[in-house]
């Protein structure tokens, strides 16, 4: 089962060639997270120091979302050929800014 996931993201990666790195990223996330846990985080922006900042749906969400920041960074990478410096999580509705738009 695991060489079939691999073959998959692997044909993914390589049909998004043509797409932006925020087009890949956001194609590659629910293939990286898993449909129920992406439900669950909104790709914000990919930012000029290569930080992608993620909207997470409350705490325990956040804390499911940490413990997966490595692998989900490694994926993400991989499936998107996208390099990330790393990933920066926001939970909804704090007080927190959430990053600018890059311009």
């Known amino acids: 089962m695991q060489r079939m996931r691999d073959i998959l993201r692997d044909s993914l990666g390589r049909s998004l060639r043509e ?10 996330w629910p293939v ?6 992406a439900e669950h985080g909104e790709l914000l922006q990919l930012d000029g120091d290569r930080i992608l900042h993620v909207r997470v749906d409350g705490s325990a969400w956040m804390q499911q979302f ?10 993400l990478g991989r499936i998107a050929n996208v390099r990330l410096q790393a990933i920066q999580f926001h939970e909804a509705g704090t007080r927190r800014p959430f990053p600018k738009p890059a311009r």
């Open 19 to 28: 797409l932006t790195d925020e087009d890949r990223l956001a194609a590659a």
């Open 66 to 75: 940490l413990h997966m920041r490595s692998a989900l960074s490694n994926d």
């Open 32 to 37: 990286a997270c898993g449909h129920a846990l």
